[in-house]
């Protein structure tokens, strides 16, 4: 039974660092220059950060940035507003 007991803790331990761990911490990016809105919108689709392009898309335009992303390294918070996620990343 002890062994029973070791991988019941490996899953427990696996399982709460895939939820809420990951969730904690802020996602960090890196722009390169010349990269385009859509090459950004894919990171931060693939990085849990917005759940649609579309919505990083309509912040840009609301915020007339899409000409003033900056290229370097970005943290951006997990459940920031998509507003929010422009103005990190065009040094607002």
């Given at each position: 039974s002890d062994g029973q007991d070791a991988e019941e803790?490996?899953?427990?331990?696996a399982g709460a660092g895939t939820s809420s761990a990951v969730d904690e911490y802020p996602f960090a990016v890196y722009i390169n220059y010349g990269e385009?809105?859509?090459q950004i919108a894919q990171k931060l689709l693939?990085?849990?950060?917005?759940?649609?392009?579309?919505?990083?898309?309509d912040a840009l335009i609301a915020a007339k940035a899409e000409r003033k992303l900056l290229a370097g390294s970005f943290v951006i918070p997990?459940?920031?507003a998509p507003?929010?996620?422009?103005?990190?990343?065009?040094?607002?």
């Open positions: 803790q490996l899953e427990t331990e385009t809105a859509a693939d990085g849990g950060i917005i759940n649609d392009k579309n919505e990083f898309y997990r459940g920031s507003a929010d996620i422009v103005r990190i990343l065009t040094g607002g």
